[in-house]
C-alpha cells in the first residue's frame, strides 16, 4: 500500500494504537484473572483506528464526548494511562477520583469530557459543548460518539434538529460495531445504514472504514474543515467491530467465531504495521523498541493503580451536590 502521510504519522498512529490494545488486554487479565477490577468493563479492542485517525484529524483545543466504551478514546485524547487504570482499580488517583470506573472517565484539562453511561444521552450533551464553543466564539469543534444501539434514541433525533438549525460545530459520530449489546443492527430497524439518518435533517453524512486508520482521518478531516467553516454538523459512520463481548461478562453467543475471525483478519494495527514495514518507514528494531515502550508504560499503570490509596470516606458525597452556599440552592 503507498503512504500518504509521513512517517511520524504513521509511527505515531501505531504507537497509540498499540497502546490501547495492550492497555486493554492488561486491564482485563486484572479483571478476569486476578479480580483487581470490578464493575463494568467495556472493552475498546478492535476499534483502535477509530481513536488513532480522530486525534490527526483535530487540534487539542477540540473536545470529546463518548459513550461507556472509553478507555481508548481518554488514552488517546490525553488523559494519563496511570488515571485510567487507577480509574478501573476505583483508587483516588484515577481520572474521575476513583468514583466513576470504566463506563466515566473524565479529562477536563485535556477535553475529554466522559465517558457517559446512559445510553444516548451524551449526543445532547456534546451538541450542549458545541452550542457553549459557538457561543464563546470559538472555532473548536466537538466529537460525539456513540454506538450502533444509541442510534435508535429518540435523544439523537431531538439533537440533530437543533443542531442543524443552529449550525453547530459538532460532528457525530457512531461506531458502528454491528451490535447493541448483543442485537444486531439489522434487528433494531428498517435503516441499517445510519449515516442516512442524517438525510430527514439535510445534515452532511459519509460512512467510513474504521478499520483503516487513513479513512478515519480522511472523513472526520472533512467534517472538521466543514464545521471549523460554521458549516454545521456531520453524521459520519464509522463502521468497525469490536473483538471482545459487549461488556467483560459477555458470553458472545449471539456471533459465530468464523465472523470474528473474519475480521480480526482486518486487524488495524497490523494492517497499520504491514503499511510501514513494506513501505521501510522503520525498522523491525523501531518497532520493537515501540512496542517495548508500550509495555514499560502499561506495567507502570498498574504499579500506580496498585499502590494508590484508596478514596477516603469523606469524599463520597463530594463533586456530586453544588455548594450549598450558592445562592440558587435551596436547603
Known amino acids: 500500500m503507498a503512504v500518504r502521510f509521513s512517517r511520524e504519522t504513521y509511527l505515531y498512529w501505531y504507537e497509540l494504537m498499540e497502546l490501547i490494545r495492550q492497555f486493554e488486554l492488561m486491564a482485563e487479565e486484572k479483571y478476569k484473572m486476578e479480580g483487581k477490577i470490578r464493575g463494568f468493563f467495556h472493552a475498546y479492542v478492535g476499534q483502535e483506528a477509530i481513536a488513532a485517525g480522530c486525534m490527526t484529524a483535530t487540534r487539542p483545543e477540540d473536545l470529546i464526548i463518548t459513550a461507556y466504551r472509553d478507555h481508548g478514546l481518554a488514552i488517546a485524547k490525553g488523559v494519563s494511562v496511570n488515571s485510567c487504570m487507577a480509574e478501573l482499580y476505583g483508587k483516588a488517583t484515577g481520572c474521575a477520583k476513583g468514583k466513576g470506573g470504566s463506563m466515566h472517565f473524565f479529562g477536563k484539562d485535556v477535553n475529554f469530557y466522559g465517558g457517559h453511561g446512559i445510553v444516548g444521552a451524551q449526543i445532547g450533551t ?40 443552529w449550525k453547530l460545530p459538532v460532528i457525530f459520530i457512531c461506531e458502528n460495531n454491528n451490535y447493541a449489546m448483543g442485537t444486531s443492527v439489522e434487528r433494531t430497524s428498517n435503516v441499517i445504514d445510519i449515516y442516512k439518518l442524517a438525510d430527514a435533517y439535510e445534515m452532511p453524512a459519509d460512512t467510513i472504514d474504521g478499520m483503516s486508520t487513513e479513512a ?9 474543515k466543514r464545521a471549523r467553516e460554521k458549516g454545521g454538523p456531520t453524521l459520519l459512520e464509522i463502521k468497525t467491530y469490536r473483538y471482545k463481548g459487549h461488556s467483560i461478562s459477555d458470553p458472545q453467543k449471539y456471533r459465530s467465531k468464523e465472523e470474528v475471525d473474519e475480521y480480526k483478519s482486518k486487524d488495524p494495527i497490523q494492517q497499520m504495521l504491514k503499511t510501514i514495514l513494506e513501505n521501510n518507514l522503520a525498522l523491525q528494531e523501531e518497532i520493537d523498541a515501540i512496542n517495548k515502550r508500550v509495555d514499560g508504560i502499561v506495567t507502570e499503570s498498574v504499579k500506580f493503580a496498585e499502590e494508590s490509596p484508596w478514596p477516603d470516606d469523606s469524599e463520597v458525597l463530594k463533586d456530586i451536590y453544588v455548594d450549598k452556599n450558592y445562592p440558587f440552592i435551596v436547603d
Open 126 to 165: 456534546g451538541a450542549g459543548l458545541a452550542f457553549a464553543e459557538q457561543y464563546r466564539g470559538t472555532d473548536n469543534v466537538v466529537l460525539c460518539f456513540f454506538g450502533d444501539g444509541a442510534a435508535r434514541q429518540g435523544m439523537l433525533h431531538e439533537t440533530f434538529n437543533l443542531a442543524m438549525l
Open 216 to 224: 478515519v482521518h480522511d472523513g472526520v478531516s472533512r467534517a472538521v
